[in-house]
């Protein structure tokens, strides 16, 4: 008998809840809160999984890769290192970047062989694990000198690795030119809590061994970014 009542006060709550939410402003406390309801609401809705470069899935927040090809067109890198294939989304849409200022080319690496990535003349793919020696004395052998370098690290993103690829990448990374550590939103930064330590954590414990990169915000200037603090200027 009690079933009707409370099932009818409950079908009346969300009826008011719906109400309040439909017709009730009320504001954040800071333009911050704001922008992380927003990339919380952004990040947990996975629309991200779905972004596409030229029909490759590319899996990155669109703000960021606005910032990639304002970053190639103005500082056009000799060679972009990526860690982190995947399925070969953001190497093509570097790619084609290079293309659009027809100069660069890609080294990606990724522990997994895919047959279906991309195909394209500017990229290399790499099988083995970012943090290998032989994967590094590799990648070392195929800079030729005087190359302008630019990292990015979107592998493994537990802090102890992503910490061991600084370690190792930072040394090819020329003056002027950036090392990109990205995901370091996860670990409530300000999504995914539950993920344990990951990029940020290593980015900061990095910096505090290596004072040759400084942390660039005006790349963060969209507001939302996958990688907050994970823009990394070379200055020394």
């Known amino acids: 008998m009690l079933r009707q ?23 954040p406390k800071t333009n911050q809160e704001a922008i992380d309801k927003f990339h919380e609401i952004y990040f947990d809705s996975h629309a991200f999984s779905k972004t596409f470069w030229l ?34 989304g953001s190497t093509f849409f570097f790619a084609s970047m290079c293309d659009i200022v027809k100069h660069g080319r890609i080294i990606s690496i990724d522990i997994a062989h895919l047959k279906d990535r991309p195909m394209h003349d500017r990229i290399t793919y790499l099988l083995g694990s970012s943090i290998a020696k032989e994967t590094k004395e590799k990648i070392k052998s195929m800079i030729k000198p005087g190359e302008k370098v630019m990292v990015i690290l979107d592998s493994n993103h537990t802090r102890d690795h992503v910490f061991e690829e600084l370690k190792i990448y930072n040394e090819f990374v020329t003056k002027g030119n950036y090392l990109i550590v990205e995901d370091s939103n996860i670990n409530s930064h300000p999504v995914f809590p539950e993920f344990g330590p990951g990029p940020m954590e290593a980015i900061h414990d990095f910096l505090k061994i290596n004072n040759d990169f400084i942390i660039d915000k005006k790349q963060e200037k969209f507001f939302i970014t996958f990688n907050p603090d994970g823009y990394l200027l070379k200055v020394k």
């Open 5 to 27: 009542p409370i099932s009818l006060i409950r079908s009346e709550l969300r009826k008011l809840q719906n109400l309040i939410y439909h017709n009730v402003y009320i504001p």
């Open 55 to 88: 029909g490759v899935p590319v899996r990155k927040c669109p703000f960021d890769l606005w910032v990639y090809q304002e970053i190639i067109f103005s500082h056009k890198p000799d060679l972009i290192i990526e860690c982190g294939t995947d399925l070969g």
